[in-house]
């Protein structure tokens, strides 16, 4: 069971924004930064975003955010080569362990 | 550019051991702390154990505690992980991932490898 809760699906049309978001609890997600990572077609995961700071390379249609204990990657203008499978992670204090949400399928439509 | 390459991985009867390495290169291996992530088939990440850059504390999921065993030799920038008494769910794919900072927690991931698969089937 994964601590860290996803939409299991998302999807837009080009140019789109679209929003996904990562939802957790005090331990984890309301104490520390939130990681999110791009994996196409079942290949290596990518890091698109570290708490709401983007690593290099990355495009800056790429945002995110963290409200309580829910974080939001934003996808502002949805390009055709977003449509992969997007998860989140963070610290979990309370189980000494790096956590993963359960995943978010993005299709570009 | 910071390059992780997994190996390894193979064929493995359940029980059986089998250790992974990663060899890292492109960074100053022995300033940041390492992990292995792994995703079994169809399913999403799990993330498995990591360690410090001087390898003075480490972590490991529940699901594998008291049966594998993380290590790093940082003279040699490579990262390991020993699987004993493997299981059948622990069959997946294995990432080595570089974290952001010398510590444990409670930083992120940002360089992955492209993945070792380890089959556990008799």
């Known amino acids: 069971q994964s601590a860290l809760t996803q939409e299991a699906s998302v999807s837009g049309t080009v140019g789109q924004k679209v929003t996904l978001s990562c939802t957790g609890n005090s331990n984890n997600i309301g104490s520390y930064a939130v990681g999110w990572y791009q994996q196409i077609s079942h290949g290596a995961p990518k890091t698109v975003m570290f708490g709401n700071s983007l690593p290099s390379g990355i495009p800056d249609r790429f945002s995110g955010s963290k409200s309580g204990t829910t974080a939001s990657l934003t996808i502002s203008g949805l390009q055709p080569e977003d449509e992969a499978n997007y998860y989140c992670?963070?610290?979990?204090?309370?189980?000494?362990?790096?956590?993963f949400g359960t995943g978010t399928k993005v299709t570009v439509l | 550019e910071v390059q992780l390459v997994e190996s390894g991985g193979g064929l493995v009867q359940p029980g059986r051991s089998l250790r992974l390495s990663c060899a890292a290169s492109?960074?100053?291996?022995?300033?940041?702390?390492m992990h292995w992530v792994r995703q079994a088939p169809g399913k999403g990440l799990e993330w498995v154990s990591g360690i410090s850059w001087n390898s003075g504390d480490i972590g490991y999921a529940d699901s594998v505690k008291g049966r594998f065993t993380i290590s790093r030799d940082n003279a040699k920038n490579s990262l390991y992980l020993q699987m004993n008494s493997l299981r059948a769910e622990d069959m997946a794919f294995y990432y080595c991932?570089?974290?952001?900072?010398?510590?444990?927690?409670?930083?992120?991931?940002?360089?992955w490898g492209q993945g070792t698969l380890v089959t556990v089937s008799s």
């Open positions: 992670s963070t610290w979990d204090y309370s189980l000494s362990a790096h956590v």
């Open positions: 492109g960074f100053t291996f022995d300033a940041y702390a």
């Open positions: 991932t570089k974290g952001q900072y010398q510590l444990l927690s409670p930083h992120l991931f940002d360089y």
